[in-house]
């Protein structure tokens, strides 16, 4: 039952083969019994769960149908969950329940779909390994001893090991797409103000987007479909139509036009994913893509410039943990600062204070100009190299990241170390673009990712080629031994 992707449980569910119960339960147990090798779940919410299941039956009792009544699903732990611990990974928020559902969370629940807990991430979503969680490191079912990716970690480890077909992420700088690269999944990271940030608690405001993590492009489409549309509660929420995401799937991929961008192909890409990169060129080129050489000039200045943007945002952002308002407080503060001081420096770790100090840095009087100003005109001209290349092509292809998954630790003494790793994904949310990763083979036994973006509101094209891509190879369907 636990191999069944969110179309077949559907189906499943239409055709009373099961009950939501049923596999509600079967999972459940899975997890209970699997997850102690993984830690992908900070909390497990059975009873709800339970009752969602239950619900769901009967709502299909009624004569209800829908592809998410009754699916399983989890929620990144920075999704608000009322009354249900939002933790972000983070000592900080261990004893915040949510006053609040996140709109994400409120919209799937009402489609129907069944929390089984919230999972595993970096803290407060910085990261690209799954390590800096105050609850421990994610383990990659691929291999123990290596990264899922992160931040969103433990939503990618939990689907890629069949503890539930779909779950839910965000993606900052890359963490919906580059955990699915490491782990098998198919990942989506929507168009900027696709997905309503409202109770997402919030990294970088202006390059967070949540999104679905899946085995498939098809349940891809399923999920965004309940994630997706216009919320007046945020502010930078797009009030465009919501297409079916799930009808253009079939379209044909004669004469689309696929950019692969020359500077895609440098040094720091291991060899060996180049290769596998090439090959589902020729897949796509088989089923009708033509595909052009591209360039994206400005690529090389996109890490520093978003390693100043993000961290700056954060820090502005994270100035609410206070000590007074949410989470952690420190034992008897002598005074206001120190109340301060203390309940900040014991409630984040390493990795989240120094994003602090950088941002401040960066946002500082006499630094502003500097970096800040700097960064925000090397993003746009980041935007303008995807505008003018849109303008010859349809869709752009390459590598999701430049290396397999690491091992656990190896880059815990350098942090720019891991930053550089997310080189291919970083672009698509300075730009605020669509990105989507999905299966393009293994090197030494660890999944590798091919990338796709398009143009604003291009989701239904990105979650197309991957389906027709999916439909003529089987790298998505691979399972790791022990799961
Ligand atoms: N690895 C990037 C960072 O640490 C992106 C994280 C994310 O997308 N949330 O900022």
């Known amino acids: 039952m636990h191999q069944m992707t969110l179309a077949e449980i559907a189906r499943g569910l239409a055709d009373k083969k099961f009950s939501s119960e049923e596999l509600t339960k079967v999972l459940l147990a899975r997890i209970s019994q699997l997850d102690p090798q993984l830690n992908s779940f900070i909390s497990l919410t059975e009873a709800l769960a339970l009752e969602q299941a239950k619900a769901a039956d009967a709502r299909r009792a009624n004569g209800e149908s829908g592809a998410l009544l009754g699916a399983p699903i989890a929620h990144k732990d920075l999704f608000c969950t009322q009354g249900i611990r939002t933790s972000c990974g983070s000592k900080m928020l261990d004893n915040f329940k949510a006053p609040y559902d996140a709109t994400v969370v409120a919209k799937l629940a009402a489609a129907g779909a069944v929390t089984l807990g919230k999972t595993n991430m970096d803290e407060f979503a910085m990261g690209s390994a799954n390590e800096s969680s105050w609850y421990g490191a994610v383990k990659n079912p691929w291999n123990l001893e290596h990264v899922p990716g992160g931040s969103s970690g433990g939503s990618a480890a939990a689907v890629a090991a069949r503890l539930l077909p779909a779950a839910t992420a965000t993606d900052t700088g890359g963490s919906i797409r580059q955990p699915a690269a490491f782990t098998n999944l198919t990942g989506l990271k929507p168009t900027y103000g696709r997905v309503s940030r409202w109770g997402m608690i919030a990294y970088a405001s202006s390059l967070d987007q949540g999104g679905p993590l899946a085995r498939t492009a098809e349940d891809c489409a399923i999920m965004l479909q309940g994630m997706a549309g216009f919320d007046q509660n945020d502010s930078t929420s797009i009030d465009e139509p919501v297409p079916d995401y799930s009808a253009s799937l079939n379209e044909s991929l004669k004469g689309l036009r696929i950019g692969v961008p020359k500077e895609y192909f440098s040094a720091g890409l291991d060899p060996r994913i180049a290769e596998l990169i090439q090959n589902s060129i020729k897949e796509l080129q088989k089923l009708g893509a033509v595909i052009k050489e591209i360039s994206l000039p400005n690529m090389q200045h996109a890490i520093p410039a978003y390693y100043v943007i993000a961290p700056a945002e954060a820090s502005s952002n994270l100035s609410r943990f206070d000590g007074v308002r949410f989470g952690h407080r420190c034992e008897n503060p002598e005074n206001l600062i120190d109340l301060y001081k203390r309940s900040r420096g014991e409630g984040f770790g390493p990795e989240v204070q120094r994003r602090i100090m950088v941002g401040a840095y960066a946002l500082s009087a006499g630094y502003y100009d500097a970096y800040y100003l700097k960064a925000q005109k090397i993003r746009r ?53 669509p990105g989507l990763s999905m299966p393009a083979g293994f090197v030494d036994g660890l999944p590798v990712g091919v990338q796709l973006l398009a143009p604003y509101f291009q989701e239904g094209r990105l979650l197309n080629v991957a389906h027709q891509y999916q439909l003529n190879t089987d790298w998505h369907t691979r399972t790791p031994t022990g799961f």
């Open 381 to 433: 001209l980041v935007k303008n190299d995807f505008m003018a290349a849109f303008n010859e092509v349809d869709i752009i292809l390459g590598p999701t990241t430049p290396n397999p998954a690491w091992k656990l630790g190896a880059k815990n003494s350098d942090p720019v170390a891991a930053y550089l790793e997310d080189v291919y994904t970083i672009t698509a949310n300075l730009a605020g673009l």
